[in-house]
């Protein structure tokens, strides 16, 4: 590797500690980019991302493309830049590599590049003379693509971005990890504003649980294991995901009502790609609530109040704290019906209002 000056020493120490300091999964594709314009010189700078086909599917870039460009057709041909035929290659390989940088004259002259279809119907538009494409082979696969329109990248610039791959590798890991402790954060303090809540994917994947959940769960599904979604509720939510069909589970002491309550984003580990091929890079989950309710003896409960025996169910459940949403839900009735039944019990026990009912409930009890 060519040794650099004191002078591109001086402006790389500063490009790292702006790294570290700046980027992002938000902002990725764009910190890399400009902390990598201030050090080499480029007109078009992009850092591309890659599927597990191991094919770029999105980047993101300093500058737009020209209007004739189009990006369909850059995707579909993006084997025949060499470059991105490299990349291909070393990720499709089962061995991991340390980062690598590739320039067109490793691989053709600027003559052959020109010949390309490639070139003749989307790089002669901003006619570059060269590009160099830095490799970062660690999961999520990325690499960062220089293109100058005049000149050909010299030794001492090479050299420069091969020191950026390993910081730009540890920026890469140290963002993820950040975001994906910050959106945990996020999707777990949404659950567990129920005391008994899960989080699972779209696809039913097991991503979080409150304590309570798994309480409740293993009493109620025997064959419960700790860091998995039970195949009962499973079943249940990919037939059910985003109705409002609770599912219901008896047991010796209970009922036991799991319910979906709506969706939320999360983002262990993608990308915000853009021009991506893909529908999105965010995960949806859905946040699910769990709810015990006890097998009431309602009619001896509360023999004498006279109230009916769905009135008397409602009461129990007003007499525990629950509010109408969490009794609708329970008793899987509309919160029009609840409210209805409440006004009755009101009448009927000459109360106006639910903690005076509560309190009766409980002394007819005690």
Not at 185 to 203: K, Q
Not at 301 to 325: A, Y
Request: aromatic share 10%; charged share 25%; hydrophobic share 40%.
């Amino acid at each position: 590797m060519k040794r650099l000056s004191h002078k591109s020493l001086a402006l790389f120490s500063s490009a790292i500690a702006e790294l570290y300091r700046r980027v992002s999964l938000e902002s990725l594709g764009t910190d890399f980019n400009e902390v990598l314009g201030s050090l080499i010189p480029a007109q078009y700078i992009a850092t591309n991302f890659f599927s597990e086909d191991n094919v770029v599917s999105g980047f993101i870039a300093n500058r737009e493309l020209p209007a004739e460009v189009s990006l369909d057709f850059l995707y579909k041909n993006q084997l025949q830049n060499p470059n991105v035929a490299f990349c291909h290659s070393i990720l499709s390989q089962p061995f991991q590599r340390n980062s690598i940088v590739t320039r067109w004259s490793d691989f053709a002259t600027l003559r052959q590049i020109r010949e390309t279809e490639i070139y003749r119907e989307a790089f002669r538009y901003f006619a570059p003379t060269d590009e160099m494409m830095l490799l970062c082979p660690k999961k999520p696969h990325i690499a960062v693509g220089l293109t100058r329109e005049q000149g050909s990248f010299s030794e001492e610039e090479v050299a420069i971005l091969e020191l950026m791959g390993p910081h730009f590798e540890n920026a890469l890991a140290q963002s993820s990890l950040r975001a994906r402790i910050r959106e945990a954060m996020n999707v777990r303090s949404t659950a567990a504003n129920f005391s008994a809540g899960l989080v699972v994917s779209e696809t039913g994947e097991f991503l979080f649980s409150t304590e309570e959940a798994r309480r409740l769960m293993s009493i109620y599904l025997p064959k419960f294991s700790e860091g998995e979604l039970p195949k009962l509720i499973l079943d249940w939510f990919l037939r059910t995901a985003g109705r409002n069909i609770p599912l219901r589970v008896q047991g010796k002491q209970g009922l036991l009502i799991i319910s979906y309550t709506g969706s939320a984003d999360y983002r262990p580990w993608d990308l915000p790609i853009h021009f991506s091929r893909s529908k999105t890079t965010l995960r949806q989950v859905a946040l699910l609530k769990i709810v015990e309710r006890p097998l009431v003896q309602a009619t001896s409960e509360f023999k004498g109040l006279g109230l009916t025996p769905k009135e008397c169910e409602i009461l129990s459940w007003v007499e525990m704290g629950k509010s109408n949403d969490e009794i609708s839900t329970i008793m899987g009735s509309a919160i029009g019906t609840v409210k209805k039944h409440l006004e009755n019990i009101y009448r009927k026990l000459g109360v106006e209002n639910r903690f005076a009912a509560a309190a009766l409930a409980r002394d007819a009890v005690a």
